[in-house]
């Protein structure tokens, strides 16, 4: 845990160029306008926990950078590219560069879990042998330390399992942007620490950014160096973990009684 | 760094269009009915554009074919032996018990065998797509699809739709072929007839004007059936309520659909002379 308090010690200056720039971002689902005016940007290497009450569009942020969502209004730009004005060969190219973490795994249930992880590798056109996709794949599992799982279907996985796999397959790509859809939900503290854990190795070991979308405090405070608070739609409080606690405001201040 | 920011937002109110003095469920029926016509444009759209997703292709047309073909075999079976035994006294009674495999025959290859097989496969076929697509968008895997660097529209929906529409005709000969068979066994259980002789009476009295339509409407039977499954299950909402009412919508509408086309199919038929 000494890596994670290096982390949520560190300060945004100490960072590289921009990677993620939103500003003036405006989504809405009909009549629901769930995210009106908001604003963030994170730097190569740094790591930002998006909070906020259920539905307040969290999960909808995300999934804007990503492009698996269109905008209304604003600017989202991923390495310097603006996401509403690339063609879909660029984007997919953009795509393979960011890893996704769902939230309930998204693991495809119809094929085995050395066949989800070949899956993104072989989608985003990074041809290799079929050896070298097998020593990434294990290699890859290895990482998340379930390199016996290979050859299990997602329905034999535990809940603690489908995340690492979703993570491992994530990361085989090697992303230099990593968004966590609320990566400890649901499971229990041994399991959440690890997945933490696994989240502080990958950080160290690739040097990515990351949003982390959580409700877990203790997720959010080992895990990332920032926090942006969603209210009303736009990012309402942003600071270190100790600047936004100690923030007199009943916006924020439920979210770590 | 410390910023507190309050929103600019100010919502409007909707505007009024004609649609809101219709009543509701009109409103829902038109629109339902366009968003799955523009599904299939995009269908029709997607499937003609590499890259083409042939191995899912083959893969899907084995998991919709094959694993058809018992049920589908076995329906046919009772279908044609159950017809055959039912027909029997009344053809008796007129003393035209020689014209039951012409009878049965025109029946089954016309109308019986296309529409009950379709309707079997409306029930597993496009329930199996509709449940599968909508567990598929309710667990996020369509979106991993799309993150991966993969079409998940060409990927899942294209290969199904494909699929039902080649399959679905497959499964229609073969089982027209099978109920035939049982209709042959139905007459040796009172009476004797050879299986070749059987099958002569059979064709004799059948034309290709009985047999091509037939074959084309087996078409449009199964690209209703994937493309409904298809449309119900990537639309699929609210969790897995929703994934169950996906599944049953799906089946309801596509059953609805064979009878439509069976009915369109039987006037354009009469419209070009073949009855």
Not at chain 1, 101 to 107: I, R
Not at chain 2, 200 to 217: E, G, M, R, T
């Amino acid at each position: 845990m000494e890596q994670a308090k290096q982390i949520s010690n560190k300060t945004s200056e100490g960072y590289g160029e921009p990677v993620i720039e939103v500003s003036g971002l405006y989504k809405s689902f009909g009549n629901n306008h769930v995210l009106t005016d908001y604003n963030l940007t994170v730097k190569r290497g740094e790591s930002v926990a998006v909070l906020g009450k259920s539905g307040c569009g969290k999960s909808v942020l995300i999934k804007c950078i990503i492009g698996l969502l269109p905008y209304d209004a604003g600017s989202v730009k991923v390495f310097n590219k603006e996401i509403s004005s690339l063609t879909q060969h660029e984007l997919d190219e953009l795509r393979a560069r960011i890893g996704f973490v769902f939230q309930s795994s998204a693991l495809y249930d119809s094929m085995t879990v050395r066949e989800n992880l070949e899956f993104a590798l072989r989608r985003h056109g990074k041809h290799k042998s079929k050896d070298e996709v097998l020593s990434l794949v294990k290699e890859t599992l290895n990482d998340v330390g379930l390199a016996n799982a290979i050859d299990l279907m997602p329905s034999e996985l535990s809940g603690g399992m489908r995340k690492r796999i979703g993570l491992a397959r994530s990361l085989i790509l090697h992303p230099e942007i990593m968004l966590y859809d609320e990566p400890t939900t649901g499971l229990d503290p041994i399991t959440s620490g690890e997945i933490i854990n696994l989240m502080l190795n990958v950080q160290k070991k690739y040097n990515t950014s990351a949003i982390i979308i959580s409700h877990d405090m203790h997720c959010a405070r080992l895990t990332a160096n920032r926090l942006s608070v969603i209210v009303n739609g736009v990012n309402y409080k942003q600071g270190t973990f100790e600047e936004v606690k100690n923030f007199n405001d009943p916006q924020t201040h439920p979210f770590f009684e | 760094m410390m910023n507190v920011i309050q929103p600019k937002y100010k919502p409007q109110p909707p505007k009024v269009t004609i649609f809101d003095r219709l009543p509701k469920s009109m409103v829902d029926f038109l629109s339902e009915a366009g968003a799955i016509s523009r599904f299939a444009g995009k269908f029709f759209k997607q499937a003609f554009r590499a890259p083409f997703e042939s191995k899912e292709l083959f893969r899907q047309s084995f998991e919709i074919g094959y694993r058809s073909l018992s049920l589908v075999a076995i329906t046919s079976f009772i279908i044609g032996l159950v017809l055959t035994l039912q027909s029997r006294p009344t053809l008796v009674e007129f003393g035209a018990e020689a014209w039951l495999p012409s009878m049965v025959g025109i029946s089954i290859i016309r109308e019986i065998g296309p529409v009950v097989i379709a309707l079997i496969c409306a029930g597993k076929i496009g329930s199996g797509i509709g449940a599968e697509l909508g567990s598929m968008k309710v667990t996020e895997q369509i979106d991993a699809m799309e993150v991966s660097g993969t079409n998940p529209f060409k990927y899942i929906v294209v290969t199904r739709i494909l699929s039902t529409t080649l399959t679905i005709p497959i499964l229609i000969i073969i089982g027209d072929a099978v109920a035939l068979y049982g209709s042959y066994l139905a007459i040796n259980i009172r009476g004797s007839v050879s299986l070749t002789f059987f099958f002569k009476q059979v064709f004799d009295s059948l034309a290709f004007s009985d047999i091509i339509p037939a074959f084309v409407k087996s078409f449009f039977f199964g690209f209703a059936i994937g493309l409904i499954g298809c449309y119900k299950g990537y639309n699929s909402n609210k969790g897995t309520e929703g994934v169950g009412r996906s599944a049953n919508s799906s089946v309801v509408i596509a059953s609805l659909l064979v009878f439509l086309i069976d009915l369109v199919a039987v006037q354009i038929t009469e419209f070009f002379g073949f009855l």
